[in-house]
Structures are given as C-alpha cells and as structure tokens.
C-alpha cells in the first residue's frame, strides 16, 4: 500500500512539473505576440543559437556566419563590404517603407522606419536577400545581387561588380550580427522558392539561385 501511495504521488508531481512547464511556455509565447524582441534579445537568442549548433558542427569551426557558409570568407567580406545602404521608399498608403525579411513582415505596419536604423518601429530587422554569380575561374570578376523586400511594393535589387582584386582588399571585412542590414543569402535559405506571395510581389529571384549546402 505505501509503495501504491508513494507512486501515486509521483504521478501527481509529475502531472504538475508537466503543467508548469506548459504554463511557462504559453507565457513565453504570448509575451513574444503581445511585444516583439528587442535588439538585445535578438542578439541574445543568436548566441544561444550558436552555441546550440557548435556541437553538431565539430570539428568544423564552431560558428561561422551564413554569409561565410553560402560564399566562403573572402567573398563574404565583399558582399558585407558592398552592400547598399538601406532607405525608405514609399509604399502604396504613401508611407515610408523600409526592405524587411519576407518571412516574418508581411505588412507595413512592420516595415515602418523607427527610432534605431538597424530596426523597423516593429522591432523587426533591416534585411537585404543575397545571390552571388562567382566568375573568378573564367577569369571574370563577382556580381552580387542584393534583393530588397518591401510589403506592398515587392523587390528591388541592387546590383554590384567586382574584381578578382576587389575580392582580395575587402575579404577581411569584419562580420558582425550588428552590420546593417542583416545579409540573408538565397543559396542557402531553406525552402526559399516555395513561399506564397501575391502576384504583385513575385520574386524574381524564384528557381533562378543555385543551393549551396554548407558543412
């Protein structure tokens, strides 16, 4: 009869640690929903996420930036070094907009300028989409495309040459998660020619970036 009544008790103390636990993040949840993360709990969450994947990315370096994943470290630090500089441009209420990431701003409410440059009024980041043509082995030089989203308008792009020298002189350019705007490289973003957008807001770039899978 004790030992009956003692694992009684643990399945009671087990089904409350389950609703804690549950309660915690339902939490955690709506208080995402009713405010966005700030800078600092973006940056944040990047280190953590770093240092959930270094594990399974041994002996390989820990860490190593997307850009540097999709184009190696030379060609990273020409696109970082290259990109535009981001500015509003107005949108079909007449607001100002600014380029967004597509998967997590839709609308633009989200894309409004605020008070930091990195950040919209929405706390959402400042993004620019890449895609890299590397002409090096004929000789040629780099063209990377920098696509810019904006809800409502759709894409931009700007586009860059370089040289084979150009590639050298700005290799070591620093890689920092704080650059802005935030560079997400097409060839490596998952899923990225299946998404749904409105017809007005197509993506040029759809089935025209080869992959490049990193590891």
Same mark, same amino acid.
């Given at each position: 009869? /004790?030992?009956? +009544?003692?694992? #009684?008790?643990?399945? %009671?103390?087990h089904v409350g640690l389950v609703i804690l636990i549950a309660l915690l993040i339902m939490a955690a949840i709506a208080a995402v929903v009713a405010a966005p993360p700030t800078d600092e709990a973006r940056h944040l969450g990047s280190q953590l996420d770093r240092r959930i994947r270094c594990?399974?990315?041994?002996?390989?370096?820990?860490?190593?930036? &997307?850009?540097?994943?999709? !184009? $190696?470290r030379p060609v990273a630090g020409l696109v970082r070094a290259m990109a535009p500089q981001p500015r509003p441009v107005a949108g079909a209420s007449g607001a100002p907009?600014?380029?967004?990431?597509? /998967?997590?701003?839709?609308s633009e409410s989200c894309a409004a300028p605020g008070d930091r440059t990195r950040l919209t009024a929405s706390n959402r980041r400042v993004t620019a989409f890449t895609s890299v043509?590397?002409?090096?082995? +004929? #000789?040629? $030089? %780099? =063209?990377?495309? !920098?696509?810019? !989203? /904006?809800? #409502?308008i759709g894409w931009d792009r700007a586009v860059r040459t370089a040289s084979p020298g150009d590639v050298g002189r700005y290799a070591s350019? &620093?890689?920092?998660? +704080?650059?802005?705007?935030?560079?997400?490289?097409?060839?490596?973003? !998952? $899923?990225r020619d299946h998404y749904?957008?409105?017809? #007005?807001?197509? &993506?040029?770039?759809?089935?025209? %970036? =080869?992959s490049v899978y990193p590891g």
């Amino acid at each position: 009869m /004790r030992a009956r +009544s003692e694992n #009684g008790a643990a399945t %009671v103390e087990h089904v409350g640690l389950v609703i804690l636990i549950a309660l915690l993040i339902m939490a955690a949840i709506a208080a995402v929903v009713a405010a966005p993360p700030t800078d600092e709990a973006r940056h944040l969450g990047s280190q953590l996420d770093r240092r959930i994947r270094c594990p399974a990315r041994l002996p390989d370096p820990c860490w190593r930036d &997307p850009l540097t994943e999709a !184009y $190696g470290r030379p060609v990273a630090g020409l696109v970082r070094a290259m990109a535009p500089q981001p500015r509003p441009v107005a949108g079909a209420s007449g607001a100002p907009l600014l380029p967004v990431d597509f /998967r997590y701003c839709r609308s633009e409410s989200c894309a409004a300028p605020g008070d930091r440059t990195r950040l919209t009024a929405s706390n959402r980041r400042v993004t620019a989409f890449t895609s890299v043509a590397d002409h090096r082995r +004929s #000789g040629a $030089g %780099v =063209q990377v495309t !920098y696509w810019l !989203y /904006r809800p #409502g308008i759709g894409w931009d792009r700007a586009v860059r040459t370089a040289s084979p020298g150009d590639v050298g002189r700005y290799a070591s350019t &620093p890689l920092l998660d +704080s650059a802005n705007p935030v560079l997400v490289p097409l060839e490596t973003l !998952y $899923g990225r020619d299946h998404y749904d957008f409105p017809p #007005g807001e197509e &993506p040029p770039w759809r089935w025209r %970036v =080869q992959s490049v899978y990193p590891g």
